[in-house]
């Protein structure tokens, strides 16, 4: 059945469209854009005093399946993408085993297709077993559907295996993500090193170790010309290595958080699990840092870093549980009322941050609502109030620190492939 998404203000950064309009989806895929369109039999969504943009691209999230199913599954996280408003998002591949084979992609590329209710996308290993030591099956992986390569939470400490893999990832054409930490300097941390962590009596993990991986990696990347993109940028001094190394033109992008851009750690009750991630909550200035690259146009994407962990993993003593917390569901509310709301960027920047910007790295053919493209639309709202229920969350987890948040705007409804998966009730 056809689908007409009505009256809506129809932001497309890909085409410059921002007007009132309706849209019109055929057979999975966008038939128009324009004023009063009136197809006969079409079903009507009425979005009315909403904005209607290409479906949201989550490039950084994590599914835990397969090993992990305690914590995740595709199904469930891809249901809670869409609550979100996100209708493709890329897997991370620390799962167990290690997406580092053609074998396990197509597992995920097979199970997505039969049980996501949105685009999934694998991102494969850097490394077998994501050791850091022997590149795994990089022209394997990408025919079997990988989009990227990573080896995330365990970083590639070796630069002489960095450098071999930014040169087969650029063979391959596939973008290489990096977690910039140097494992050595924050061995054993538990949240950012000041005077929080010295007065907790916690480790910390100082911005350093942040740094100098940037600063190694953006060496690399100019080394090899490979397209090189930084995982959850955290750090002031991050951000400024990103935005000289794109000034020269380097194939280089970043990506930020919504709990980065969000909270300090100032904003952590002590001891309080549903706040240690990884990189930790930084410093005000560093949080600044990041708001000001987003503004800037040194953020390419906003990504969640969904990284869900079973309660029973999150509710131990601060230095025993696990980095990560969930945030599907809760990113595009928190990029209206941090960014948007306060007037630091506009609402069509933060669209396509959303959009075009993961799509200019992954290359997926999607973040448009031009005519013939698969139809993925997020629609959402800028005048509700809502409040965030972690219990009522549709991932399996509950490792949140926005738990109770009260948000001003959010998703309203996910459209994939042309058809309706989930409507705020």
Not at 60 to 86: D, K, M, W, Y
Not at 340 to 356: D, S
Not at 375 to 381: L, S
């Amino acid at each position: 059945m056809a689908l007409l998404i009505k009256n809506g203000r129809v932001i497309d950064p890909a085409s410059g469209t921002d007007r009132v309009s309706d849209v019109l989806i055929e057979e999975g895929r966008i038939a128009g854009v324009a004023p009063d369109l009136s197809p006969a039999g079409a079903e009507i969504f009425d979005a009315s005093g909403m904005i209607v943009a290409p479906g949201f691209i989550d490039m950084h999230v994590h599914l835990r399946e397969p090993g992990f199913e305690h914590a995740e599954t595709i199904e469930s996280g891809s249901r809670a993408a869409a609550a979100g408003g996100f209708t493709s998002i890329c897997s991370m591949p620390n799962t167990k085993p290690v997406n580092d084979s053609a074998t396990v992609t197509s597992y995920i590329v097979e199970t997505a297709r039969r049980r996501a209710a949105v685009n999934v996308f694998p991102i494969g290993a850097i490394t077998k077993g994501s050791a850091g030591e022997e590149l795994a099956a990089i022209g394997a992986m990408k025919a079997a559907g990988a989009v990227a390569i990573s080896d995330d939470g365990r970083p590639v400490m070796n630069s002489r295996v960095m450098r071999r893999a930014m040169e087969f990832a650029r063979s391959y054409g596939v973008p290489v993500i990096d977690h910039c930490e140097d494992l050595n300097l924050s061995a054993g941390g538990d949240m950012h090193e000041g005077s929080l962590s010295v007065r907790w009596g916690l480790r910390g993990i100082p911005s350093a170790s942040e740094d100098i991986m940037v600063a190694r990696d953006l060496v690399l990347a100019e080394l090899t010309g490979a397209p090189f993109h930084v995982a959850h940028i955290s750090t002031q001094n991050a951000m400024a290595m990103v935005a000289f190394a794109r000034q020269k033109g380097l194939p280089v992008t970043c990506e930020a958080t919504p709990h980065h851009f969000s909270l300090t750690d100032a904003h952590m009750p002590a001891y309080d699990s549903n706040y240690k991630m990884k990189p930790p909550l930084r410093g005000g200035c560093d949080r600044s840092a990041v708001v000001e690259g987003i503004a800037a146009g040194t953020v390419t994407a906003i990504a969640t870093d969904h990284a869900p962990h079973a309660g029973s993993e999150k509710m131990q003593e601060f230095e025993r549980c696990p980095f990560g917390i969930i945030g599907l569901e809760t990113a595009l509310a928190l990029s209206l009322e941090e960014l948007v709301l306060p007037g630091k960027i506009t609402l069509n920047r933060m669209v396509e941050l959303f959009t075009t910007g993961p799509e200019s790295v992954l290359h997926l053919g999607r973040g448009t609502l031009s005519p013939g493209s698969p139809a993925d639309v997020t629609i959402f709202a800028t005048d509700f109030d809502w409040t965030y229920d972690v219990n009522q969350s549709l991932s399996r987890s509950r490792n949140s620190p926005f738990d109770g948040r009260h948000f001003r705007g959010g998703p309203v409804a996910t459209v994939v492939n042309g058809g309706i998966v989930w409507q705020r009730s």
